[in-house]
């Protein structure tokens, strides 16, 4: 069973009108575990459907997808939601957590989708959590929180089911160059530890320099674009 | 749960808000029921208590005691029948009854006569007084309610209308028969009360009303088809029989009916608006990996709690309007009612929110996450 994530030949059609438009045309990639990798592109270049195809969100067309080893071409709605549940951790653009929850539930809530919080499972969020610096605000709301801790919150809760897969959809977007540097050195350095396959659709050519391969994407089209690593990616 | 719960303390206004509509409705639910309970006990508690499963009337009198005559003679015949352990004549006449030949208002109180004999299962248990004897066929027993009205024990007083006065030996409990007290006399008695007119008993001998039977499993067509111009239906539909009590009966129902259903309708609209305003929310739940089932769950333990919070409340209001109420109010509260609107209630509220369970289901994760190009 190979892990990490393999697309092959990966197309998405959009009906516009009698017009068929490919937003992806015909993509490969693989990502194998312990390796981050940034897809970079203008916006409008199908980026996200790319991601959304990646994280079992969308179908696509044509192609296979093979995540962690599951044909996910092959699924059904329900089995789908189960593999984002076990094998993809999401980042989101904006934290996006629920408001009502303080930080430790929003990493037990995920825990609970499939079942019980069991105590370990307990443990293992405030280790994740302290890990991730956010020892002392594990009782804390998101509307308590600052926008690089929601961030990290987010980063704890994809980790949470020790998935294979990381997808991290522009997680820098709101936040200043400071924080933004902290978040994704965060993801880089859980994602080496940890030995997941990574993601990173960004606009941020800032944060290029944690990954390991840089993608670009054009009118669907993916290539790779310098390997990166040396400091600034030449794009 | 867990879910559903977190959310409930952390936005506590909102779910305030709902409750106390869905209290309201309750209260109200409640309310009616006890009111239309205590209007068909009024109307029939005599009838409704009686220890008889059967009644005989005439044949076409659409089981009504005032439209029906029959003759005690038919007790002997009817009393052989398979399946009859016992039988027992009854009679009714509405009258008023004249505490000392007053014309003060307050002196004159409808009354509904109700002839047994005495010492057989239809008289009711004494709670004061003496019970009825045939030696002494003007001692009647009376509902307790005409304590309040001024008439003890060992009064007498006059039938409005007629040369008959009656003396109260005892009193009886919750006995009352359209709308009004029951006032239990010997068969003799009553029937000199009722058939004064000479000719008003259509020339029966040993006339009443009708004919209670005590027996499980008697067969009613076997009866009608023994004996010749009569009618045996149950107490439930002889109940029924009575004037006015299905119309009556029919307003009430037909209120609570209404009320429930508006009531599903304002409950669903409300559980829907506020699935709605977190359509965003489960969205990026379901992207996470929630499924719809687990999603499902936390709507419907939500609505649950809040709908058992609101039923319990509105059970407490019901109790204290209750003890608030004028005595003379026909309020009647009964445990099985409760339960049986509760209930009720209840299922209404999860059925009103299984339109908030199927929006959820139809929820797109990728359009959550707003970046669909």
């Given at each position: 069973m ?31 575990p ?46 789908l ?82 998935p ?26 859980e ?18 320099e ?26 | ?14 779910f ?53 005559l ?42 509904a ?16 007084g ?50 009004v ?32 039977l ?12 023994k ?19 299905k119309?009556?009966?029919g307003?009430?129902?037909?209120m609570?009916?209404f ?18 305003q ?14 719809n ?19 319990v409340?509105g ?59």
């Amino acid at each position: 069973m190979t892990k990490g994530l393999q697309m092959s030949e990966v197309t998405k059609y959009y009906a516009e009108g009698s017009n068929r438009i490919a937003a992806l045309d015909h993509v490969s990639i693989s990502v194998e575990p312990g390796e981050f990798v940034a897809v970079v592109g203008p916006s409008g270049s199908g980026k996200s459907t790319f991601l959304s195809i990646a994280g079992a969100l969308l179908k696509a067309s044509e192609g296979d997808v093979k995540l962690n080893g599951y044909n996910i071409s092959t699924l059904t709605a329900k089995e789908l939601s189960n593999i984002r549940l076990r094998e993809i951790g999401f980042i989101m653009q904006s934290s996006n957590l629920v408001p009502y929850l303080n930080v430790i539930d929003q990493l037990l809530i995920v825990k609970r989708m499939s079942g019980k919080a069991k105590r370990e499972d307990k443990e293992f969020a405030i280790k994740l959590l302290e890990e991730l610096g956010l020892g002392s605000k594990l009782k804390s709301l998101p509307e308590e929180l600052s926008g690089g801790e929601k961030q990290r919150t987010a980063i704890a809760r994809a980790l949470i089911n020790n998935p294979n897969i990381i997808l991290a959809d522009e997680p820098t977007a709101s936040l200043d160059t400071k924080r933004a540097h902290e978040v994704v050195s965060l993801i880089a350095h859980e994602v080496k530890s940890r030995q997941k396959a990574a993601i990173m659709v960004t606009h941020d050519e800032r944060m290029l320099e944690y990954c390991d391969k840089v993608y670009r994407m054009e009118d669907g089209k993916l290539s790779l674009a310098e390997s990166s690593r040396s400091g600034v990616a030449h794009v | 749960m867990f879910l559903a719960m977190k959310e409930l303390l952390h936005s506590k206004m909102r779910f305030l808000m709902i409750v106390i509509i869905f209290v309201l409705i309750a209260w109200l639910v409640f309310i009616l029921s006890g009111l239309g309970n205590g209007l068909s006990t009024l109307a029939a508690s005599t009838f409704k208590t009686m220890k008889a499963d059967y009644v005989v009337f005439e044949e076409g009198s659409q089981s009504s005691m005032s439209k029906s005559l029959l003759s005690d003679q038919l007790m002997t015949e009817v009393e052989l029948l398979p399946n009859v352990s016992a039988a027992a004549p009854m009679g009714t006449t509405m009258a008023t009854a004249l505490k000392e030949q007053s014309t003060k208002n307050e002196d004159k109180v409808d009354i509904a006569i109700i002839g047994i004999n005495p010492g057989s299962f239809l008289e009711p248990a004494i709670v004061e007084g003496e019970s009825l004897s045939s030696g002494n066929p003007t001692g009647v027993v009376v509902n307790s309610t005409m304590k309040d009205e001024g008439y003890n024990i060992g009064d007498t007083f006059q039938l409005d209308g007629t040369t008959e006065s009656l003396t109260i030996i005892g009193y009886v409990e919750n006995q009352t028969y359209n709308h009004v007290a029951s006032v239990f006399t010997p068969m003799a008695e009553w029937r000199k009360i009722t058939f004064a007119a000479p000719g008003s008993d259509k020339g029966v001998a040993g006339p009443v009303n009708a004919i209670m039977l005590q027996g499980k499993d008697i067969d009613p067509d076997l009866i009608n088809s023994k004996l010749s111009n009569t009618d045996t239906v149950t107490r439930a539909a002889a109940v029924q029989g009575m004037p006015g009590y299905k119309e009556e009966n029919g307003t009430i129902l037909m209120m609570l009916a209404f009320l429930l259903a508006i009531s599903a309708f304002v409950l669903g609209v409300f559980f829907y608006v506020i699935t709605m305003q977190k359509t965003n929310q489960f969205g990026i739940m379901k992207a996470i990996g929630a499924s719809n089932r687990f999603l499902g769950k936390a709507i419907v333990s939500q609505v649950f709690v809040l709908s058992l919070t609101s039923i319990v409340v509105g059970i407490l209001l019901t109790y204290g309007t209750a003890a608030i109420m004028p005595k003379g109010m026909p309020f009647k509260l009964e445990t099985s009612l409760v339960v049986t609107y509760s209930v009720i209630l209840l299922i209404i509220a999860m059925l009103s929110s299984i339109v908030s369970v199927r929006k959820i289901t139809k929820i797109d994760p990728l359009k959550a996450l707003g970046r669909v190009e």
